[in-house]
Structures are given as structure tokens and as C-alpha cells.
């Protein structure tokens, strides 16, 4: 049975059938699906039926994988694996994985373990298409600029309004810190796709204060998140996305009125992103040597 993609909305996203990825995957089926995800930056899979061994296994036809996160721990036995669990907090910020390191892994993985009765859906953005839709002088402009993104801050809750348990959360993120300079505007390594790589984790544009950098970002993210760049994914049992975390953003809506929801996460190790004239992304504070490998 030959593989089949179908698209889901205009500018990302699509299903893939007519392959078992729970077997290992041959050379086309491999290309024929990075080929997919170059196209539509995030491919859903259904009817999985994958352990943690499997999603590995998969998100290994595409790269090394990352340790589970540089802070935060790891599924038990599962270096590799990260629950993205509703008793261990929430994602409901717009952000691209772990982009405050020098090289964020290249793709994601996320698989559906427990999915609340309604709700719970994971927002899924082209940055492709958002640069694509900046005017030009703000296209202009965004090729020129460069943001340091850190992982030292907190992006949902203010000081006072957490808990004892939110706190250890937040001491345990941050327990190592980070800071990276990265382009604004990331050329895509395989397609030579321009997109905005902002996100969450980036605080400051480089040579702008705190003020005027958050009003430059927030007009930048503004295109990220139109509705026509968005994928909204409704999650059912056994289910796996896979999504290409050099050119998205995503965001896990908190929308299930704190019914359990878990899925596991598994990455792939990325390359240094590259601006629009060739220059890589630098390391101001933290080594995360331990968390991944640099694809070259």
C-alpha cells in the first residue's frame, strides 16, 4: 500500500495513510514522509499503536533523538521521552521547542496517551506562512534582526499567583540557565523556506530594549498566530503528530477542565538555525551538550 497525504488546511498540515510506522520504515517511506513534512510542517498519524520504544523508534528514521529536555526530567526508564502531562503543568504559550539552546531539536513527536473527554487540543502555526504574509517592510526588517531566547523567566504565571508544587516546577526549568541569539527570521536547511523564529522563549531583540523588543515581537507572533496559519488538532487515542520544529510554533490549549491529558515527546536533534545571510545562531549562557548532538 503506497503512502497517501491528505491536506487538512491550506497552509499546514496533513494525514498521512498507507504506512505502518509501529514496523521500521524503508528509504522511500522515510523520504517520502520528509518530504511531507518539508511541504505541510506538521503530519498526523492515526491508529498507532506504539510504547515508548516504538515513538522512539520512528523519530529515529530522521536524526538522532535528544535526551527528554535539558531540565526536566524524563519518563522513568525513558531517557528520551518527556511526558507533556497536565499534573506537571501547562503549555499554553506560543513557543517552538527548547529554542533558548544553540541548536533546538529539528522535528517533534508528540503520542496520545490519555485525552480528556473534550478539549485539549494542540495549536500547531506555519512560520512559513507568517513570514510570507508580513508587508514587505516588516519582512525587511525582520531579516535584519537578531533575539536572545532564554529559558529564565516565567511565561504563564506571575510570582504570585503559584504554589509550592509550580514553584519546584519553575526551580527545576531554570535550573540550568540558558541564553541563545537566534535570527529572527530561520532559514529552513532543506528547503531554503524563510520563517519567523520567535516564540515564547524569545525576550529581547539584540540591541533593543525590553520595551521595544516585546512590542516588535508581539507585532511579529501576531502573523504567526492568524487563524489561516494555524492547525487546531483534535486529539483521539493512538494518535501521533509530527511536526517540524524549525518552521512552527505551537501551543496546548487548556480547555478540559483539568480532566488528565498526557502525551509523550520525543525529538529529534537539529542543526544551528542560519539567518538570511549565513550566520549561525550563538550560545550567550549555558551548554547543552547533554541534551543533544549538533546535526551538521
Avoid: C
Avoid at 503506497?2 to 520504515?25: C, F, H, M, Q, Y
Avoid at 511541504?39 to 498507532?48: C, G, P, Q, R, S
Avoid at 541548536?103 to 496520545?112: E, F, G, H, V, Y
Avoid at 508587508?135 to 525587511?140: F, I, T, V
Amino acid at each position: 500500500m503506497s503512502i497517501e497525504i491528505s491536506k487538512v488546511t491550506a497552509n499546514i498540515g496533513a494525514r498521512v495513510s498507507g504506512v505502518d510506522i509501529s514496523k521500521p520504515l524503508d528509504e522511500e517511506q522515510v523520504t517520502a514522509i520528509r518530504e511531507a513534512l518539508n511541504v505541510h510542517k506538521a503530519l498526523a498519524f492515526d491508529d498507532v499503536h506504539l510504547d515508548d520504544e516504538g515513538q522512539q523508534a520512528f523519530a529515529r528514521h530522521f536524526g538522532d533523538l535528544t535526551t527528554a529536555h535539558p531540565t526536566v526530567a524524563a519518563v522513568d526508564g525513558a531517557p528520551n521521552v518527556l511526558p507533556v502531562d497536565s499534573e506537571r503543568g501547562r503549555a499554553n504559550h506560543w513557543h517552538t521547542d527548547v529554542t533558548f539552546v544553540l541548536n533546538p531539536p529539528q522535528a517533534s513527536t508528540l503520542r496520545s496517551i490519555t485525552v480528556p473527554p473534550y478539549g485539549g487540543e494542540t495549536l500547531i502555526a506555519s512560520s512559513a506562512a507568517a513570514y510570507r504574509d508580513l508587508p514587505a517592510p516588516l519582512r525587511a526588517l525582520a531579516d535584519t534582526l537578531w533575539a536572545e531566547h532564554t529559558n529564565d523567566y516565567d511565561y504563564a504565571v506571575p510570582d504570585e499567583q503559584i504554589d509550592e508544587e509550580q514553584a519546584a516546577q519553575r526551580a527545576q526549568f531554570t535550573s540550568i540557565k540558558f541564553r541563545t541569539a537566534h535570527p529572527v527570521v530561520r532559514v529552513h536547511p532543506l528547503t531554503g523556506e524563510r520563517g519567523l523564529f520567535i516564540g515564547g522563549f524569545a525576550q529581547r531583540i539584540v540591541g533593543l530594549s525590553v520595551g521595544e523588543s516585546r512590542k516588535l515581537l508581539d507585532l511579529f507572533q501576531s502573523y504567526v498566530t492568524r487563524p489561516e496559519n494555524i492547525l487546531r488538532w483534535r486529539w483521539s487515542p493512538n494518535q501521533l503528530v509530527l511536526f517540524d520544529n524549525r518552521i512552527t510554533q505551537h501551543y496546548a490549549i487548556d480547555n478540559y477542565d483539568g480532566r488528565p491529558r498526557r502525551l509523550h515527546r520525543v525529538t529529534v536533534a537539529g542543526d544551528v538555525p542560519v539567518g538570511i545571510e549565513g550566520k549561525e545562531s550563538y550560545s550567550i549562557e549555558g551548554d547543552a551538550s547533554h541534551y543533544t548532538s549538533v546535526v551538521e
